[in-house]
């Protein structure tokens, strides 16, 4: 080993490199999600030329097994992927911050018993269950959402919960409440703001991690055949062994690092903000 | 060990695995039923609409459909008790037998992985912590975000096209060449070929997470004043990383790889089916692909109970590695 660290904290300005990188990853795939209809160039649905066809100038990455064009089911599915990642996100910490607030807030046994709740969440091997869940709910959009987002709250509600013990104990709370402010009005008013940068943090990785398991249960067979994210085109290029012949190449490898991709930006972002907004808490990723 | 704030936190503990493994029965008993439709075809399998009407009364009589709900409770958890989990009417086999004969494949895969993960990721956290700042640490991090945001499933499909299908070094599926009959040597050999990517597929996505808590645990250990204090003494740099800093930093190490536990059985779900291998994860993916519900519950409840099996080792280990938890 070499000469000792020299412990050091380093100045931080906005975000931090990495931070920025990974805004910008995200920006340039939402807005291809966004701007699907004019940068795409054939309509992913329709069946535009022979199947298996390899890269030309006329599809950039070849076409599938029936014909459509690849390119265009990756960035139509560039909305179907980010939108259940945000509304799964949006769901977690909506049911996380509600926990973590109550249970920071209100102490006693409704703490003992929301923590306990959480602890138990984490214990459970979440996968398998979401399979289960959508196997039994059957493969549509808002399934796979409400499945993700119900599961994936717990570790939010966790490191919510620390942040409203520390605010609880700040003057301006304790004042609002000596003042006999009603609980619910001081929870809202004064506990919510103050912990709303970090559900935001935790919303972006939440994110993060809920594309990631939208494509593992896509993969598995357990996506929205009328919705194709980039996980159901994975899923139909395994299924067609496109792994065994050279078409991986550009049916297998770009809507995965296409995932990567978006799973990097919100991590990136995510834990730079978390980073910039608490430097105590620089929390694993919830998965 | 004997004192009883370590029998609490061990009966704390304990009551709270019993709730996770009392929710998982209550939802396998409650999900089937509360499907529309007839309850048979979740508790027996989408093939029960090929049986005539008596069969059906039989089936019937033997889930106890016929019978109060709470009298069905009571016979579903006897039956699991007795460590009866049902019969696969697709497969025409007692579910437990098949489950067993896929459990090895995946304690394989996942015993090995565990281990492997442990070890690269607290020494490469380590190392990057101790350089932090510096070209290592800032790669070695970069490496491990990479891969944490890796599909598992795509990194196996990824390999599978580069070293099997197309350099053809290894095996593309399964976990023993079939129509083959080895032994020995040449039989290791066989089974370690299958399992090669498999493992390394499952490692480097496990990696990343204890590399990360380690480097982080052992930032805020250097940042202590005995480390400190143990330089000011002119303790050995080698002897500073390894006796003070590195001991401490691994406790939360110990932490990650209890939850660690659940993510990487989902880890092994999702890495068994890409390549055809023939574990519990795969059975599970088996099942929702046939629609074989009650294989299905069988095997969501194995791994759960696995999971919380392997929780309670590391409860009962960590008061050995961390003497803090005994004394207080």
Known sequence: MGPAPVPFTPRRHGLGAAGWAGVLLL????????????????NPEEIVADPFLTPGRAHLLGTNDIGQDILSELIYGARISLTIGFVAAALAIGIGTTVGIVAGFFGGWAEAVLMRTVDLVLVIPFLPLMIL??????????????????????????????????????DYVEAARALGGRPVRVMVRHVLPAVLPIALAQFILAASNAILIEASLAFLGLGDPTAKSWGMVLYYAQVRNAFLSGAWVWWVLPPGLLITAATLGFAFTGFALEERLNPRMRGGRGC | MR??????????????????LALTVALNFVLPRMMPGSPLVFLAGEDVGFLDAEQRAQLYALYGLDQPQWKQFLTYVGNLARGELGYSFQRGRPIAEIIGERLPWTMLLVGLSLVVATLLGTALGAMAAWRRGSALDLGTLGVAMFFESVPSFWLGMIFIAVFAAGLGWLPIFGAVTAGQTFA????????????????????????PGTLLITRYSMLSVLGEQYIATARAKGVHEQAVLRRHAMRNAFLPVATVFMLNLGFVASGATVVETVFSY???????????????????????????????AANIASDLLYPLIDPRVRRR
């Open chain 1, 133 to 170: 869940l959508a196997a039994y709910l059957g493969p549509s959009y808002w399934n796979i959402i409400i499945v993700i987002g119900v599961l994936v709250w717990a570790r939010p509600a966790r490191v919510i919960r620390s942040q409203v013990l520390l605010v609880k104990s700040l």
């Open chain 2, 3 to 20: 004192d009883s704030t370590v029998w609490r936190f061990l009966a704390g503990r304990g009551a709270q695995y019993l709730l996770v």
């Open chain 2, 278 to 308: 023939p574990g519990v994860g795969r059975l599970l993916y088996e099942a929702v692909l046939n629609r074989d519900y009650p294989v299905l519950q069988g095997t969501f409840l194995i791994i759960t109970v696995s999971v919380i």
């Open chain 1, 27 to 42: 920006g340039v795939l939402a807005s291809a999600a966004v701007l699907a209809p004019l940068v795409s160039p054939h």
């Open chain 2, 184 to 207: 020995g040597w040449a039989l290791l050999v066989d089974r370690a070929r299958h399992l090669v990517l498999p493992l390394a597929t499952l490692t480097l996505i496990t990696t």
